[in-house]
């Protein structure tokens, strides 16, 4: 019996909301499932305006507990026009692809604020390390653009409060110009979570269930790069080490160790990423002294950080990263704080207490990093 798709010609409304529909008889082979989606793709591409701009459509055939799943935004060239994810050949028992579409939400960076939102389009991989178990992700910016997205969700040892510290961290590393990946907002809906039940991962599926949306996400560095090692300090990258150093003493981050550096290296520059144990606050000033009443013994020995032995007795003297710091006013942490999510508040007085530790970092400035420097010495 040949395959077909009817498909009618959709109209455009202010609700976005197309009425090309797909009708299939079971494919019998590969080609014929192409077929059925070209004559979709085509009868999309005839929509113009919002519709063209804003809709992305997925189709996922379903066989059993395997899955093909390809999706396409309309508007894009042919040669991107589908992405196997599964190559399996189809089966005549299959059943009618499955049109899925959701709406890109508008990038925030224009709006007063400093971190990006992305859509989670398609499930890579899982990371093979990591205490928080993040994915890789395909993710869609506003633009339409496709961007490589490592997103943590609230699960594992990762919690709202964690994510919270992850964009805090992140925002102030940008401000500071402190190489590091750069930070995102993920959104995602049931469809994630479907993929992943369909491609025989039942437990990742109900765990992105179970997550709020956004998640925290940061873009991939690309090729090139490796953990760093304590020897990553050497040379010309010492300076950059010395910020590093200098930064995780002054957010309370006690995660970048020799056997857990977290930050990677292409030989050029040193890159931070994960800070959700970082600027945990509680107690600071009361049962722990602050850094700036203490020599910075609170994290542990002087071994600890990755690059603290490479670094100490060659002269950093911090003064630059110490000048950026100081341009960072309370109106900037703020804004810091209007990134969070809403969704990420737990109940507790976490990002009040982060942004009123900042506030008082900012007002003893000098003899934190007096004590830095100390250190170093």
Known sequence: MKAHAVADKPTCSRSCRPAATARSIPPTNPTTAMIVMLKI?????????????KVVWRAAFYRGTAATVVHFPVGRRRSQFVTPVHKAPLRQAQRVPIIRRYRTRESIAGQGRMIETVHAERFDHQAAHGRTEPLFLSCRRASGESIDVVAKFTWA??????????V???LLLQDLGIPAAT???????????????LIGQPQLAARVRSSVTPAYGSKVLGTGYALCTEDSAT???????????????????????????????????????????ALDVVGIGILVPAPWATPLTFLGSESEHVFERAIKGRGFDLGELEQRWRGIGEERIRGYAACVPAAWNDGTETLKEIVEYLAALQMNLSAAFDRLRKVLS
Request: glycine share 8%; net charge negative; aromatic share 4%.
């Open 41 to 53: 793709r085509t009868a999309l591409c005839m929509a113009d305006g919002p519709l063209r701009r």
């Open 157 to 166: 040892h990762c919690t709202r409060g964690g994510l919270t510290r992850e």
């Open 168 to 170: 805090i961290a992140s």
């Open 183 to 197: 930070p995102l907002l993920v959104e995602f809906d049931d469809f994630l979570a479907d993929s992943l039940q």
């Open 235 to 277: 040379g010309s990258l010492g300076r950059q080490a010395a910020d590093a150093w200098a930064f995780d003493q002054l957010i309370l981050n006690p995660d970048r160790r020799p056997t857990k550096p977290n930050c990677l290296t292409n030989g050029m520059q040193i890159a931070l990423i994960d800070h959700e144990l």
